[in-house]
């Protein structure tokens, strides 16, 4: 744990230069809303500024569009609609501690993830400002971080044009009504409902309207995942399409018990914690006490936005003392419900399994 | 979160108060300042040390090392190459054997 990080609380320090800070899990217990203070913290590259002036920032849309745009923030700020939603910013390789076999990358916990309420610009109002040229297929977006070797790629990611135009994708200015913490993006941060964080690109200062695929290492050979079902391969197996990530899919997590607590058997026992849809809401979350055999319905909390996270509750009972596997599940709006089995690949993203809180009851 | 959860409260009521919401938001910005903190953690000694310590600092902290699971001897030189060859880490050619070597030694697979 450290609280070494300015702006930031206490957090799980996975690597101090450049930071990785993963949210201690406790705190998802709070409610629905990760504190600023809290939230993970994730960076590529280890040059980052430390100052920004606010009055010298400026947000850069150029390439294919009809007019080359250098936006204050007060023009961002003061001059186009603002909007809310929240969403969930999840880690692609959230939990990629837990894979088997084992790979390198983070070792995350399952606290690479976040629920804020993002506050922003539509990034449509910004394009349709520049003016999108006809032939236009994707947009790049890149902030203020640079790679330490000068040769290195810079962090960037693109989005379908259609995509970025779908009035849902935002330039953020406020997480939770404040500022966001400088680790994590301040002062403008794109947010891509429904979407891994990597697309959630950080410090963004710069975006770009391709009339070419991109074929920047960023988008196109990082971050990509078998073009699998739950984007799963055997360990050693080659000869696999791979594709860029994308949307994310459904989690759920008991947060008010962890594994290897004691529980009273034949009484009452509250049970809580958050789910998410991934690209979509909530329909339902359910537990199990026999190891998958009957499953139950919980109860859902407020939805506060369906790309957001939804606290669920429920009493159970165990019968009899002994080891028991509590198993969660969520199934989101599209039907589509967590899986039973773990999926692997090689970089360890998309982590969705059913997890199990282990306990027992005396 | 009780002292998020004020200003998220105040920000909803404006925000939908206003019919027009171009009308100027109260949201305020200020410039930051920081330092973000460093480390100065070394690899531990061992035979190739220096080595992994000279070549494997430049873009990231010792942690990212440190933290990885214990890998295959392919494993490790898949990563080391990668380093090489995606990210331009300025490895020479002849360290690539000593910087894997070590790896195995400290975090190899049984």
Not at chain 2, 29 to 42: A, F, G, H, Q, T
Not at chain 2, 83 to 100: D, Q, S
Request: net charge neutral; proline share 7%; hydrophobic share 40%.
């Amino acid at each position: 744990m450290t609280t070494a990080f300015p702006q930031k609380g206490a957090m799980i320090l996975q690597r101090t230069r450049p930071p990785l800070l993963e949210t201690p899990f406790e705190v998802f217990d709070k409610g629905v809303f990760t504190p600023n203070g809290q939230f993970y913290v994730r960076w590529h590259w280890a040059l980052i500024p430390t100052e920004i002036d606010i009055d010298k920032f400026s947000l850069t849309v150029r390439g294919h569009v009809n007019q080359t745009l250098s936006l204050s923030l007060h023009d961002i700020l003061r001059g186009l609609p603002s909007v809310q939603l929240s969403a969930v910013n999840q880690c692609s390789g959230n939990s990629r501690g837990f894979f088997q076999p084992r790979v390198p990358g983070g070792e995350w916990a399952n606290g690479a993830m976040g629920n804020a309420l993002w506050t922003g610009v539509r990034l449509k109002d910004v394009l349709d400002k520049a003016g999108v040229k006809p032939g236009a297929v994707q947009v790049r977006f890149k902030g203020l971080d640079e790679p330490v070797v000068a040769d290195a790629p810079h962090f960037m990611k693109s989005l379908e044009i259609d995509h970025a135009r779908d009035g849902e994708v935002m330039i953020a200015y406020a997480m939770n009504g404040e500022q966001l913490p400088l680790v994590n993006g301040f002062p403008l941060r794109l947010v891509v409902p429904g979407w891994y964080a990597t697309y959630w690109v950080k410090m963004l200062n710069d975006i770009e309207v391709l009339d070419q695929p991109d074929t920047n290492y960023w988008t196109k050979v990082a971050y990509t995942i078998p073009d699998t079902p739950h984007a799963s391969i055997k360990p050693g197996q080659t000869g696999v399409k791979m594709i860029p990530i994308n949307k994310m899919v459904p989690r759920s997590f008991v947060t008010n018990i962890s594994s290897g607590s004691k529980v009273s058997a034949a009484a009452p026992t509250t049970l809580r914690g958050i789910a998410f849809g991934g690209d979509c809401g909530v329909a339902s979350v359910d537990f199990s006490i026999d190891r998958g055999q009957t499953w139950h319905q919980a109860q859902l909390g407020k939805d506060e936005g369906k790309y957001g996270f939804r606290q669920w509750q429920t009493q159970l009972t165990l019968p009899a003392p002994g080891a028991y596997g509590l198993l969660i599940r969520c199934t989101n709006s599209n039907g589509v419900a967590q899986p039973d089995t773990q999926n692997w690949n090689p970089a360890g993203f998309m982590r969705n399994v059913i997890e199990s809180t282990d306990v027992i009851a005396l | 979160m009780r002292r998020n959860r004020l200003p998220v409260v105040v920000l909803l009521i404006v925000v939908s108060m206003s019919t027009d919401v171009c009308a100027a938001s109260p949201f305020e910005l200020k410039s930051v300042k920081i330092d973000l903190p460093d480390s100065d953690r070394m690899f531990p000694a061992g035979p190739g040390a220096d080595t992994i310590n000279n070549n494997c600092l430049a873009c990231h902290s010792a942690g990212m090392v440190l933290n990885q699971p214990s890998l295959s001897k392919q494993a490790w030189t898949a990563a080391v190459d990668k380093m090489i060859n995606n990210y331009k880490a300025p490895v020479a050619p002849e360290n690539v054997g000593a910087i894997v070597e070590y790896l195995t030694v400290l975090k190899g697979a049984k």
